[in-house]
């Protein structure tokens, strides 16, 4: 069975700061990972998402994420926060052994300090 | 192109009442899908369809159905609405190609009083 395992619920970092919020997934085919922003009060948007090429995955807005099969980790990450990136963040996993289906963790709240 | 869209964006019920949330793509995706979102829970699966034709029931479908009337719309029925079921409702789309990328739609919030 498939899972994901977001270690933070919350993270805050100052404006300008790096940010790093972790991922750890369990799969037992090669999966295909996510990670999606939810803005408040919006819709799901895709960042970016690995797929069994490149480990390290650039996103949008400054994002990067790198696939780590020996760690079964999927970090987010970007080198200097922006107020504009205050959101939740919700790493993904699909894979072979449920295919239309995609497992959520449960969230990552993410807090700018000014 | 509008993506994936959604109506209605807020609705309030009251117990066993039924209502109807609409959804359309205009990507030409295979597979539409229905989600829910709780707090502190991401989402979960209501129900899926593959294809034009087909539905599955998803991670937790009891109370709920569906129709995939053609490719592009996926409406979600609720018969009698509960309480429980108060909660915010995305629906996306995807193909599976490449790893089954998923576009959302804007959400409608549901409350059952």
């Known amino acids: 069975a498939q899972s994901v395992t977001q270690l933070d619920s919350h993270v805050s970092v100052s404006e300008g700061t790096p940010v790093l919020l972790r991922c750890n997934y369990s799969?037992?085919?090669?999966?295909?990972l996510f990670w999606y922003v939810q803005h408040p009060n919006k819709g799901l948007q895709l960042l970016l998402k690995y797929t069994s090429a490149a480990t390290l995955v650039k996103g949008i807005n400054g994002f990067e994420a790198e696939f780590k099969k020996s760690e079964t980790s999927f970090h987010l990450t970007k080198p200097s926060a922006h107020m504009s990136d205050a959101a939740e963040y919700f790493c993904?996993?699909?894979?072979?052994?449920?295919?239309?289906?995609?497992?959520w963790g449960a969230g990552t709240k993410l807090i700018i300090k000014p | 192109n509008a993506g994936v869209t959604q109506t209605p964006k807020f609705q309030v019920l009251k117990t066993g009442q039924s209502m109807t949330l609409q959804c359309a793509q205009d990507?030409?995706?295979?597979?539409m899908y229905w989600y829910r979102q709780d707090p502190g829970m991401g989402l979960r699966l209501i129900y899926y369809s593959a294809s034009e034709g087909t539905t599955d029931k998803g991670e937790v479908p009891n109370g709920y159905n569906v129709s995939r009337l053609n490719k592009r719309e996926f409406s979600l029925r609720l018969e009698s609405a509960a309480p429980s079921q108060t909660s915010v409702y995305f629906c996306?789309?995807?193909?599976?190609?490449?790893?089954?990328?998923?576009?959302f739609g804007p959400g409608t919030r549901l409350t059952v009083l």
């Open positions: 996306a789309s995807s193909v599976l190609e490449g790893g089954n990328t998923q576009y």
């Open positions: 799969s037992s085919y090669s999966p295909s």
């Open positions: 993904v996993v699909s894979g072979a052994d449920s295919n239309y289906q995609l497992i």
């Open positions: 990507m030409n995706h295979n597979s």
